[in-house]
Each structure stands twice: as C-alpha cells, then as structure tokens.
C-alpha cells in the first residue's frame, strides 16, 4: 500500500488545476461501472470528486478498482481533465471535471456499512447514533459541524475583539440545591464524599467578577440530569459571559450586537435592532408562554367575565377559587364535530390538559358545544365584546383554571395549533427579550418558594415589602422563533440583600452558609455590580442548520432517555471499582431503553 501525499481536497478541485497531476484520499462515495470504465465519486471532507478508471488509459489501476466498494479509503494519482459537455453534473461543485487516475492505491478497506449513508435520513435514529462516527460521515453531518466551528470562532473573535477573557472554569465542583438534578462523581481519594458535574458555570463567572475579571466569557459545557424534553441535553453547550459595572442593557447589548454578526453572517440576515422587550406579564397574558412564537397570532383572550353568573359546575368553582377562563379564538379553520374532538384528546392526552371545551359559533346564530345549552342566548354577543372580529364560524377552544396553569395551558395548545394548522410562518426570524420574570415560583409539590431563575438574581428594588408572588426579578430571557435561546440576570452584590433572599426561599443561614459559603463569604469581600448571561448553543446552531432535533447538530449526542448508544453509556462497572469508592449499589442495572 502507497499513501500518496495528498495535494488538494477532493471539493477543492476546480478549473485551475486542469490538465494537473494531482494527489487526493479520501473514501469510495459511490461507483459506476460502464462497459469496464469504473466512476468513482471519492469524497472527503470538502466534498466529491469524480475519478475515471479506464482500461485503455491505465490497465493496472483499472483492475485494482474492480475491488473497490462503498467507504474504502484510497489513495490516488491523476490529471485533472475537463468532463464531455454531455457528462457534466451541474449538481456537484466539481462537476465538470474529472480525475483520470493513473495510480490508485487501497489504503482501508470497509465491510458493508449498517446503514446506507445516502438513506441515513429514512434510518432509525438508534441505529445512526450506534454508529455514529459513520453517520458523521454524510455531508451533511459535516456541515452542521463546521458550522458550529465556525460559529463559536465567530463568538470568540467577538469577545475577544471587545476585551473579554476566555477563562476555563472546573467541571468537577460542588453539589448545590436547586435547579435540576446534579450528575455526581465520586472522590476515591475522599470516600463517601461527591462531586457535582457543573450545571453551569454560574457561581464561578460571579466569582471571577469578584476577582475583578472584568469581562469573561466561555464556551461551557453543562451537565443536567433532569427530564429530557425535546431540544434538551444532559450535556449541552452555553456561550457563558459575566460583566461587571453594568446594567441589563449593557449585557442585552453586548449580546445584540454578537447576534447581529452571527445572523449576518450565517444566514445573509440584517436584524433589525435593538430587539423588542416584552414583559413576562404581558407575553404570558398574550400568548401563555414565557416564551411565545409570535411568528403566528392565535392570542388568548380572558373569557372570565363571561362566566360570571355560570351555571356549568366546574367554570363557577374555578371563577369563585380565583382562578380564570382563557380562550382560544381560531378562525382559520372551520372545525368539523371529529375534528373539534381531535382538538380536545390532542390536549387531554397529548399536552396534558384537565380539559379542553370549544364552542364553534354557526351562522344561524347558534353554537356547538358540549356545553352549548348552558350559554346565554346572546353568548356571542357577549364573547365579540372580548374577541370584536369574532365572526360565526369562529371556534373557541377553552381552558379553565388557577391563570398561570390555565394560560400555560392554552399556550401549548397554541403552539400544537399553529403548527397543525400552518400557521406559522417558517421563513421569518422572530426575537425579542422577556424581562420582569417572577422572582420566586411556588412549588405545589413541595409547597415553598423557588428562585424562578436562580437565587443570585436580583430582585427588583423594594421587594421585601412585596408578597412573594408579585416580585420581580431582574432577569431576561433572549427568546427566537418560540424558543429560549439565553437567559441571564442582574446578581445581587452584597451579602445582606443575598441572605434575604436565601431566606424567602426558606434557606436557613446554616445551610446557605453550608452550600453557598464561598459566594456568601465573598459578598463581603469587595463585590462589583455585575451580570450576565448564557446563551444556548446547541440550539443556536439547530436554528442555524434547521435542523429539526438539536442531536443533529452535537457531534455525540445522548438519545431522549440519557444513553450514548454508540459507547453504550451509562453502564455497570466493576465490583473493585465501586469498592475503591466505598460505593455500594443497592439497584440492579435496568434493562437499558434506548
Ligand atoms: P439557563 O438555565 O436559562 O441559564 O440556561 C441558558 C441557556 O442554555 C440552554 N439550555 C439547554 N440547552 C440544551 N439542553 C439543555 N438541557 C439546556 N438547558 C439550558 C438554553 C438556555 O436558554 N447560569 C444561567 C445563565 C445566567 O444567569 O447567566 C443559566 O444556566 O438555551
């Protein structure tokens, strides 16, 4: 076997080198024979390159290319010729020229692949994740990566360009409570005590800002051991960045002006800037979601005061428990009975819904629902002073409950809604910044105060006289095309606001000193003002690619329950390793899902 010293890349090929000789590896692509002439499409990372075998031209090298298949790597050497006008492939890049080999070498040979690659996207997931250093081989693969290298290059001269260090922050660190579960990891060294994986860099970008840092930034990796909903990770990537002396407009800014470049030059667009911001009241009022995909109207309306004197059992409990109506108003469609019915399982059984009523308004004045002898006579009448373009034919899809569940509800209808109905409109770039969250969250099942973002927020001023519920935050959300794509917050700075809150969320100085002592010992050091925020890159890059699942843009992704396939992850280990641990485990292994 001969390894050639390559020259040039197979995609890399162009008119320039006409009449060259030239040296290219990669793999077999594909292969055509026509009457003893072999066509090989080779392919490396840059893209194909047709190659010509012919037996009058080179005899030797022709019979060696009988034995290539699929995905062998060769080595060869050729000149590069222009291809017949009638054999010109303007689907190809190089498609107009054509390499006559007069040497080939066979560097690799490949068994049958398990999937195809040109079909990967009609294979089950499994079997590419289980292969995945194969299924990385498609160019499409391979764009989706060197876009995320070429974006977080971009990210990086940008921080750079405006005095930000890039500093590393330890992936073995503490546990602390709150937010998702931690992964831990045990200390040999020091048995029966864990690290926790980071969460996120947080406490340690507010350290550095301690340590008068300045301006960081990093590209992080963040471990969660939580539920994995769509567009969700166990281990995911954040663009981190931590400021000091500044405002939330400093850090909105500073990150408008890095997705100004990144839109610009990834996807040709000019965004129109500053972005709009939205309240969290007012976008939860508006569409039921923290994070609306205002590509599409379809916006709640408040019903309940139609409701008023109701004698439907369950809509007069939730008015007289304080709670509230929300309505749907879909005038795109006119529903057929099956299909409102649709509508209803879709919410019960698909988003968990307690229930979904409709009332479709007819043009003779009447309605159909479930609940229709139940309305007033003049109903319509009553609802078009809530809804004014109402119109017969229009549908209501209602939900009743305590308003945060109730609209939260209705904004996944929405959103299910808008997709199944076409409504969205795909080609538009829709952001905006969320501001004002809650400060604190109320956990029906442990039933106390939650940071909603996390607890170095800041409130905002003279919250302590506010009830617990009413407090804002000074958090923001960067929210594009209905997902979150950042978050960050104002921090508090000093260590008496810091144990107030601790407080409100029921910490006890004890056991905040316990978890969060190093913060809270260098509140009392000489602590700047500071913020920030991180955005998600994973997701960045899956708007990016328009991708439709975020593992198509991580080189080795986890499947939806957890598990690296391809290195069969998580998995038992030896009883002596445990032991070195002084670990004892008390399941058995389950029986892996994918
Ligand atoms: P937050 O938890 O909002 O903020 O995370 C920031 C962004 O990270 C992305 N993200 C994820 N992406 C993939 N898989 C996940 N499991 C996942 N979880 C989050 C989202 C999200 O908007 N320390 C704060 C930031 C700060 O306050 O500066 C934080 O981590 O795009």
């Not at 968990?352 to 009448?381: C, E, H, M, Q, W």
């Not at 890059?541 to 396939?565: E, H, N, W, Y």
Request: glycine fraction near 8%; charged fraction near 25%; aromatic fraction near 10%.
């Amino acid at each position: 076997m001969q390894l050639f010293q390559r020259s040039v890349y197979c995609g890399e090929v162009n008119k320039g080198f006409e009449g060259k000789e030239i040296f290219l590896a990669g793999w077999v692509h594909g292969r055509r024979d026509h009457g003893g002439v072999i066509f090989i499409d080779l392919r490396d990372r840059t893209g194909l390159v047709q190659l010509v075998f012919n037996p009058q031209v080179n005899a030797q090298a022709t019979e060696q290319a009988h034995a290539l298949r699929a995905e062998f790597v060769i080595s060869v050497r050729g000149k590069v010729i222009a291809r017949a006008p009638e054999a010109v492939n303007p689907k190809m890049p190089t498609g107009t020229l054509e390499i006559k080999v007069d040497h080939l070498s066979i560097v690799a040979i490949a068994k049958p692949l398990p999937f195809q690659l040109e079909e990967a996207e009609h294979v089950d997931e499994e079997i590419r994740l289980r292969y995945r250093y194969l299924d990385l081989r498609r160019p499409a693969m391979h764009d989706h990566i060197k876009l995320r290298h070429d974006v977080t290059f971009a990210m990086r001269e940008y921080f750079d360009r405006l005095g930000f260090y890039e500093i590393e922050t330890p992936m073995l660190t503490k546990s602390t409570p709150g937010g998702a579960r931690d992964f831990l990891v045990p200390s040999s060294v020091n048995p029966g005590t864990f690290y926790a994986l980071p969460q996120s860099p947080q406490i340690y970008k507010q350290l550095l800002m301690a340590s008068g840092m300045d301006r960081y930034f990093q590209i992080a990796r963040c471990f969660r051991d939580e539920a994995l909903r769509a567009n969700r990770q166990p281990e995911f990537t954040q663009l981190d960045l931590e400021m000091s002396f500044i405002q939330e407009s400093d850090i909105q800014d500073i990150c408008e002006g890095l997705i100004a470049i990144l839109w610009k030059k990834f996807l040709g667009i000019e965004l129109s800037l500053p972005l709009r911001r939205y309240t969290f009241d007012e976008v939860m009022a508006r569409f039921g979601s923290d994070k609306p995909d205002m590509r599409f109207g379809l916006e709640v309306h408040d019903m309940t005061k139609l409701f008023a004197d109701t004698e439907l059992k369950f809509l007069k409990t939730t008015v007289a428990q304080g709670g509230k109506i929300g309505a749907l108003c879909v005038k795109e469609k006119e529903f057929s009975r099956s299909e409102l019915e649709h509508w209803v399982n879709t919410a019960i059984k698909g988003l968990g819904a307690k229930g979904l009523l409709y009332i479709r308004f007819n043009a003779d004045g009447t309605s159909d629902s479930p609940v229709a002898k139940f309305l007033p006579s003049d109903f319509f009448r009553q609802a078009r002073e809530v809804i004014p373009d109402l119109e017969p034919n229009h549908t209501l899809f209602l939900v009743a409950g305590p308003y945060l569940e109730a609209w939260s509800m209705l904004g996944k209808l929405r959103i299910e809604l808008g997709k199944q109905l076409g409504l969205i409109d795909t080609k538009q770039w829709n952001m905006f910044w969320v501001t004002d969250f809650p400060m604190f969250e109320w956990d029906a099942e442990t039933k106390h105060w939650n940071a909603m973002h996390h607890p170095f927020t800041s409130p905002q001023k003279d919250w302590e006289a506010m009830a617990m519920g009413d407090v804002r935050a000074r958090a923001y959300d960067l929210v594009c095309n209905g997902e979150e794509l950042g978050g960050g917050s104002i921090r508090i700075f000093d260590a008496t606001a810091q144990a107030k809150v601790f407080e409100a969320i029921g910490l006890s100085p004890e056991v905040a000193q316990q978890k969060f002592g190093f913060l809270i010992n260098a509140l009392e050091y000489g602590f700047p003002p500071h913020g920030g925020i991180a955005l998600g890159i994973d997701r960045l890059i899956m708007l990016f690619a328009g991708t439709a699942s975020i593992r198509d843009v991580i080189a080795f992704p986890k499947t939806q329950s957890g598990a690296c396939l391809m290195m069969d992850a998580p998995s038992t280990v030896e009883e002596s390793q445990l032991k070195e641990l002084h670990i004892k485990t008390v399941a058995k292994a389950q029986e892996k899902k994918a």
